[in-house]
């Protein structure tokens, strides 16, 4: 038996109209890779917070606010269906055309259904995917470093018709390794929705300030919980985690998963709900391995995702964008 079959009674044949109480939460830490920049209007993103739950020291966190995570993880799952010809970007083809979150949004494939939209008067979709702000590991000061670089002409060089390019850029970078606790949450899914959503938070590899191309960053699954309802915040997480491995900042990536994995293990049963299934450890990595095997193979992955872009449209023409009118609510 593998994983995946153990997780079959969490999931519906088909996307409910109602929230359901069915709450799947991915925990996971970002971890980056190389230099992402996690910015508004040119300076990183930070918060004051409390360090730990117990450590009630002051500390700045980095910030990565909920768009910079759903945005990249909707752009590879969309690439996806267009590789897979599931949808288009060719307007021509009014069938499958999507565009993101625009009015061109076609409001029935899998990306428009599982992360919503909103289009002025034409309609909107919840998302069934949640996410929230999360926090740095380490401190603001310990996270980052500003480069500061001369801007040069598109030729690479830094005279263009005689005259000197003297714009000096500064930039703040988030600096590699640093450590993002994370909770994204999937309500309310299907088989299919739940391989589509993990799939896209394994293939993301690029976070942050996307002209840059430098924001390498990977997503460690720690644990899989099924439960009725929501889990606590990213940054009480973060917090816990804190407490638990003050003092030791060398550790690497699989020490901080480990430690998460006994965090989420001591903080799940001071929580009101109820936990149909809890994933850490082998089991995640387990079902890691087999989600990658569907995503290795092009006729399970196509199969996978077919049935799935056949969910959401079922959805759309049941209780969404074209239901008939009078069915609808
Ligand atoms: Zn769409």
New binding site residues.
């Given amino acids: 038996m593998t994983i995946l079959d153990t997780l079959k009674p969490h999931f519906h044949d088909e996307f409910p109209r109602l929230a359901s109480g069915k709450y799947i939460h991915f925990v996971m830490l970002r971890h980056s890779q190389s230099f992402p920049i996690f910015q508004t209007d040119g300076v990183l993103n930070t918060a004051r917070t409390q360090a730990g739950l117990e450590d009630d020291t002051s500390i700045s966190r980095l910030v990565m606010f909920k768009r910079k995570q759903t945005t990249p993880e909707r752009l590879t799952g969309r690439e996806l269906l267009r590789a897979l010809e599931l949808?288009t970007a060719d307007a021509a083809d009014k069938a499958k055309h999507?565009e993101y979150n625009g009015e061109g949004?076609?409001?029935?494939?899998p990306?428009?259904i599982l992360y919503g939209f909103a289009i002025g008067d034409s309609g909107s979709e919840r998302s069934k995917v949640y996410s929230d702000s999360a926090f740095s590991l380490s401190a603001y000061e310990l996270s980052h470093k500003s480069f500061t670089f001369n801007a040069p002409y598109e030729g690479g060089t830094m005279s263009e018709g005689g005259t000197m390019r003297s714009a000096i850029n500064e930039q703040d970078h988030v600096l590699p390794e640093v450590t993002f606790p994370t909770i994204e949450t999937l309500r309310d899914a299907t088989l299919e929705g739940f391989l589509y959503v993990l799939g896209n938070l394994l293939r993301t590899r690029r976070y942050g300030a996307q002209e840059t191309r430098t924001g390498s960053v990977k997503n460690h699954l720690v644990g899989l919980v099924f439960a009725d309802g929501e889990l606590f915040s990213n940054l009480y997480l973060t917090q816990a985690l804190h407490d638990v491995i003050k003092g030791e900042d060398k550790m690497t990536v699989e020490q901080l998963c480990d430690r998460a994995a006994t965090v989420l293990s001591t903080l799940l049963p001071k929580e009101p709900i109820r936990t149909a299934q809890t994933l850490i450890g082998v089991e995640v990595k387990q079902l890691v391995t087999e989600v990658n095997e569907i995503y290795q193979d092009e006729e399970m992955l196509q199969s996978h995702l077919q049935a799935l872009y056949q969910q959401t449209e079922r959805y759309a023409t049941t209780y969404g964008a074209f239901a008939k009118k009078g069915k609808k609510k």
């Fill in positions: 949808t999507c949004s076609c409001k029935k494939c990306d428009c």
